[in-house]
């Protein structure tokens, strides 16, 4: 059922998917879906969750690992390339929420948050002297996780797909395009 | 009368926004905007060209400085940001259109041409031996894009604002993160 919501979510929007809608392309009824949940809202929850637990669980293995901070910072905008690839679907709703509504809200926040890893990592990284030290971390942290998530964007899903972009994304954003 | 209905279109949605929203900002009565304009349509299509036309006069700078392919690349790169932050909202306007109509498909047409500029470039300058021959063109313009057209997500317009994230932008792309 939350695949065909959030297939629907995205087809023709959030706000123009119906509880009908969402019924229909199940070939249920309506009661049916109340049986199993409280309304739409909760399915764009559980969308928007299941992509942010990935990026944290990504956030979570990279700091077990000790290693420095610039390696922490490659193998986690990996994992979000490849976290974004597995859960393309649920990361693209999370995408194209724009705080409407306080599930949307909460949904913003964990994003911040995310972001804020990825800053911190950067900021560790240049006090390491594994990153470069011009470019602002917040910055840098916004133009990595916007080059991950233009996939949304462009991203057909076919084997060894997501493990070639996120090597891509690697090079550019650390060794970059210039030889 | 184009900025009022961008501003709109950003806020509430381009299919939310009638004639009469557009009116009502301005103050004027739905009647005289019909004056000027045929319909929406032709709103979202000016904005849309606003953005592209940018774009396309960058490219056709760069395309006349004779440059290697590499430094036009760069000088392009950042040409775009620049772009993005001087017609922010006509821009957002762009990234956020999902080819519904035929003039929302002819922006999307207009956006793959620039795509493919971008990636003849990528190509050429790996012919010269200026960009890593291991990175795949067309991945690379929508890497180097995505980062580009994150700013819509999180750009918030101030002095000197622009140049800076070109650099970040430079900086990342073409010499990578990595000390």
Redesign the interface.
């Known amino acids: 059922m939350l695949s065909a919501a959030v297939r629907l979510f995205n087809e023709q ?1 959030y ?2 998917t119906s509880m009908f809608d969402i019924a229909e392309s199940l070939g249920i009824t309506k009661s049916s879906v109340y049986h199993h949940i409280s309304g739409k809202e909760q399915l764009l929850q559980m969308a928007m969750d299941r992509a942010l637990d990935g990026l944290f669980e990504a956030a979570e293995d990279v700091r077990g690992t000790g290693l420095p901070a ?1 390696e922490r ?1 490659e193998r986690l905008i990996r994992r979000s390339v490849l976290v974004l690839a597995e859960r393309f679907e649920f990361v693209t709703v999370l995408l194209r929420v724009r705080g409407n509504t306080e599930v949307e809200q909460h949904a913003l926040t964990r994003r911040r948050e995310f972001d804020t890893v990825v800053t911190e990592l ?1 900021k560790q ?1 240049q006090a390491e ?4 030290p ?3 971390p917040a ?2 942290a ?10 949304t ?2 991203y057909k899903p076919r084997p060894g797909g997501a493990e ?2 996120a090597d ?2 690697s ?9």
């Open positions: 929007g706000d123009a610039i910072l950067v990284a002297g594994g990153v470069r011009d470019v602002d910055t840098a916004r133009l990595l996780l916007g080059m991950v998530n233009s996939l964007e462009w070639a972009i891509a994304v090079s550019i954003a650390f060794e970059g395009l210039r030889m």
